[in-house]
């Protein structure tokens, strides 16, 4: 896929960048070889490769999740505009 000067004034449109006129063709030059770049990526075998998340094999350290309500309904509760028996009050919605 080619990009032209259209396309690059088109990209940087829906980016929000200005671009000079002059640097249009350079910036052309510059997104296809990124694009060629990126179809030689497309080239590799990857057959058999594990993804990877990180070059070092880590365990991250995980927390046990448990559920709880937090504890704090008063406080919250106390941000309402209008409450009762532990419960936000509401207009009822429904005709």
Same mark, same amino acid.
């Given at each position: 896929? *080619?990009i032209d000067k259209a #396309?690059?004034?088109?990209?940087?449109?829906?980016? &929000?960048?200005?671009?000079?006129?002059?640097?249009?063709?350079?910036? *052309? !030059?510059?997104?296809?070889?990124?694009?060629?770049?990126?179809?030689?990526? !497309?080239?590799?075998? #990857?057959? !058999?490769?594990?993804?990877? #998340?990180?070059?070092?094999?880590?365990?991250?350290? &995980? &927390?046990?999740?448990?559920?709880?309500?937090?504890?704090?309904?008063?406080?919250?509760?106390?941000? *309402?505009?209008? *409450?009762?028996?532990?419960?936000?009050?509401?207009?009822?919605?429904?005709?």
């Amino acid at each position: 896929m *080619a990009i032209d000067k259209a #396309t690059v004034l088109r990209i940087a449109q829906l980016a &929000r960048i200005e671009v000079k006129d002059e640097a249009l063709d350079e910036l *052309a !030059g510059e997104l296809n070889g990124i694009l060629a770049w990126v179809e030689q990526l !497309g080239e590799v075998d #990857t057959e !058999g490769v594990a993804p990877m #998340t990180s070059v070092v094999e880590v365990k991250l350290p &995980r &927390r046990d999740d448990h559920v709880s309500d937090g504890g704090r309904r008063d406080d919250i509760l106390a941000n *309402a505009p209008e *409450a009762e028996d532990g419960f936000f009050v509401v207009p009822k919605v429904i005709e």
